[in-house]
């Protein structure tokens, strides 16, 4: 089982606010949406953009290549040109810092 990585302290890691972390060559971006955590990998579906810049607009984020947007509670590709959905990963909070890992290779 992969070891959980600390991405920030609770108390400043605020809402509408992300926070990237590389795992072991995998990206992955972790938003604060109204009080909840959500991890996604920092890839587009459609042709490997990264999404970490893209805007957000309620729970979706926009790819800033060609603008497909993503569920970012689910990882779902919502718009095309993407078709595919983005990894997700779990999220926990342990002794006031959010925690994330790579749990595709349990
Ligand atoms: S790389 Fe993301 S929409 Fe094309």
């Known amino acids: 089982m992969t070891d959980w990585v600390t991405v920030g302290r609770v108390d400043s ?3 509408g606010t ?3 972390v590389d795992i072991d060559g995998t990206v992955i971006v972790v938003f604060n949406l109204d009080g909840k955590y959500y991890a996604i990998e920092d890839i587009c579906t459609h042709d490997g953009g990264h999404l970490t810049g893209g805007e957000i607009e309620g729970d979706q984020i926009i790819c800033p290549r060609h603008g497909a947007r993503f569920c970012i509670r689910t990882g779902a590709a ?6 595919e959905p983005t990894a997700t990963f779990p999220v ?15």
């Open 92 to 106: 926990r909070i342990e002794n006031g810092e959010v925690q994330t890992r790579d749990d595709r290779w349990d």
């Open 13 to 15: 890691f605020k809402e």
């Open 78 to 83: 919502l718009t095309s040109p993407a078709y």
């Open 18 to 20: 992300r926070v990237s």
